[in-house]
């Protein structure tokens, strides 16, 4: 994780990337990894790729700026090298999409993450966004165990504030730091067919995915595009419904077979105690988590979040984690640190 001080960018090497957030406080550490390089230097890494500013001195006064950046790009390979080539869903929302620093944030991640040979494919929402247009238009919003009551007046709104808004604004950010990005639907390719919701006499057109046929996904990652997924999908018929997303991330990873499923929230991750946001659980299993469930520990919006992720793992993604979207550069903290920006669950 990050330390605190400031540090040269890559930006000097990749210029493409206006990263302009700023140092955040320190953050423990796990030196207990033999196979990665040392905090020092990884916190260093993390540093240099999020913080254009003036290199701290790390060693000597005769440390040249042309020299640390080597050293942050030789501290970076091990992670680069583990993740390259591999598939990264990254469920966009919450904090990181109301504000502009940290949406440039993720976009910035995801387009390093992609130059260096990881595969990401971006899922969001667009809660914020619906809730305004649904104000606008006086129309309540109404939430029960996390999920959004759609009815027909509703889903229009979501349709058009999900695909013809949120999702091109998203696309043009990723293409405008220097990356190529495909904005799609689950209606796009018959990427994912819905299904009515089994409490669908309560939540309207609120759905669940039947079906996911990647193959339109799979040719975009091949060819070096970013995807970029809305959680708006239809049933056999044609009708849309309004699918939680991150459901989708979790089912969009498990049919890619993806190595990471990433979800942004607005907390720290897991809490032991939902109260005491410094009892982050740093790591569990789906038998962990389970319990924790089932205590009572884990509830409201997190429990979609959990069981999205536990139904990933179970189709084999590798490992699935919850990350704090209000710290800047959370993804490039959670894939380049072993000690990560969240909960990390297993399988």
Not at 17 to 36: E, H, M, Y
Not at 235 to 244: A, F, L, R, T, V
Not at 262 to 287: C, F, H, Q, Y
Not at 318 to 338: C, F, M, Q
Request: with cysteine; glycine share 10%; hydrophobic share 40%.
């Amino acid at each position: 994780m990050m330390m605190a001080g400031t540090s040269k960018t890559l930006t000097n090497i990749f210029p493409s990337f206006p990263i302009t957030t700023k140092p955040q406080n320190p953050l423990t550490t796990n030196t207990n990894n033999p196979s990665f390089p040392s905090s020092r230097l990884r916190h260093r890494a993390i540093y240099a790729v999020a913080n254009p500013v003036q290199p701290p001195q790390l060693a000597t006064d005769s440390t040249t700026p042309g020299q640390y950046r080597v050293d942050v790009l030789s501290e970076s390979l091990p992670f680069i090298q583990k993740f390259r080539g591999k598939t990264i869903v990254v469920k966009y929302g919450g904090a990181a999409m109301k504000s502009p620093e940290l949406q440039a944030s993720v976009i910035n991640d995801l387009v390093l993450l992609s130059c260096v040979g990881l595969r990401p494919v971006m899922v969001h929402g667009g809660g914020p966004e619906i809730n305004t247009w649904l104000g606008r238009l006086n129309i309540p919003a109404v939430f029960r165990d996390g999920l959004r009551v759609t009815d027909a007046d509703t889903m229009e709104i979501v349709s058009m504030v999900l695909v013809g808004k949120v999702n091109k604004t998203l696309v043009s950010l990723i293409n405008k730091a220097g990356a190529t990005a495909v904005g799609l639907s689950g209606l796009d390719g018959r990427l994912l067919t819905a299904r009515p919701s089994p409490r669908a006499a309560d939540l309207g057109f609120v759905g669940e995915v039947a079906r996911v046929d990647p193959a339109v996904l799979r040719s975009l990652i091949d060819t070096n595009h970013i995807p970029v997924v809305t959680s708006v999908a239809a049933d056999e018929s044609g009708q849309p419904y309004n699918i939680n997303a991150d459901t989708v991330a979790g089912e969009l990873a498990a049919a890619l077979g993806a190595e990471k499923l990433i979800l942004l929230t607005d907390v720290a991750g897991i809490l032991e105690d939902r109260n005491d946001p410094n009892s982050l659980v740093k790591k569990i299993d789906i038998k962990g988590v389970k319990k924790m469930v089932e205590e009572g520990k884990v509830g409201g919006g997190m429990i979609p979040k959990v069981n999205c992720c536990v139904r990933s793992l179970a189709q084999g993604v590798t490992t699935a984690s919850i990350i704090d979207g209000r710290v800047p550069h959370s993804l490039l903290l959670e894939i380049l640190t072993d000690e990560g920006a969240g909960t990390m669950i297993t399988g």
